[in-house]
């Protein structure tokens, strides 16, 4: 009996850090927990009403997602990459999927391709992206970008991208990437990768998706150095 109440404790309190680790999570990608706030875990405690145990588990998942950095004799913080950080961070995600690519144009089969497909006639469709007013950012397999990493067959790879940089680079892509155009042009671009894959054109599909990172990381790095400067104004 005394196994069983401590099983279903575990349980419950899993449950609990489950819950406040996805609500942390995105509020940080959201940009509601701004960059380089301070990570209070009283006031996180009272407002998600919760005890200071499934919250410290869930600020050191955090930390292994890189959206939260603790520092000696100053405390957990939601992580705030300068502007050279923010450059090598996307010069690795170009090298990467650019890699990532290559290996789904010579791996990928007919139903994954349809799959693909499938997902970017949905972001056409979304409500947001036919206004203009944004890309259809939603993560795992309804993220083009992460779905395309999954057919490259490469573990590593998927560790790297879909795990230990992906939600620092949703944090970026989502908080910085809110420029007129920008979405039909990546759409666009997205449309061109998935033929060259298709095609199985391993040179191409990597060669575009370099390009395409490219252009996303000087659209975010135009939008984050304007945030910059409004700081401190």
């Not at 005394?2 to 419950?12: F, G, M, P, Y």
Request: with cysteine; net charge neutral; hydrophobic share 40%.
């Amino acid at each position: 009996m005394q196994n069983l109440l401590e099983k279903n404790t575990a349980k419950v309190h899993q449950t609990l850090t489950d819950q406040i680790f996805y609500k942390i999570q995105s509020a940080i990608i959201c940009g509601d927990l701004p960059a380089g706030s301070k990570i209070s875990e009283p006031e996180l405690a009272r407002i998600y009403g919760i005890s200071r145990g499934p919250l410290r588990e869930a600020i050191h998942r955090l930390e292994g997602q890189k959206l939260v950095e603790r520092t000696a004799h100053v405390g957990a913080r939601v992580v705030s990459l300068s502007h050279q950080q923010l450059y090598e961070l996307y010069q690795i995600r170009e090298s990467l999927e650019g890699l990532a690519c290559r290996l789904a144009a010579e791996h990928i089969d007919k139903k994954q391709i349809l799959i693909l497909r499938d997902i970017l006639k949905r972001h056409a469709e979304d409500d947001a992206f036919k206004a203009g007013k944004g890309y259809f950012l939603q993560e795992g397999e309804d993220d083009f970008h992460y779905c395309i990493i999954k057919t490259s067959c490469n573990k590593t790879l998927e560790k790297m991208l879909c795990d230990e940089l992906y939600h620092l680079i949703r944090m970026y892509r989502i908080q910085f990437s809110k420029t007129p155009n920008r979405p039909h042009q990546a759409f666009n671009e997205h449309i061109r990768i998935l033929d060259a894959i298709a095609d199985g054109d391993a040179e191409l599909a990597e060669l575009l998706m370099r390009r395409h990172i490219a252009a996303s990381y000087k659209n975010i790095e135009s939008n984050w150095i304007q945030a910059q400067g409004e700081l401190h104004v």
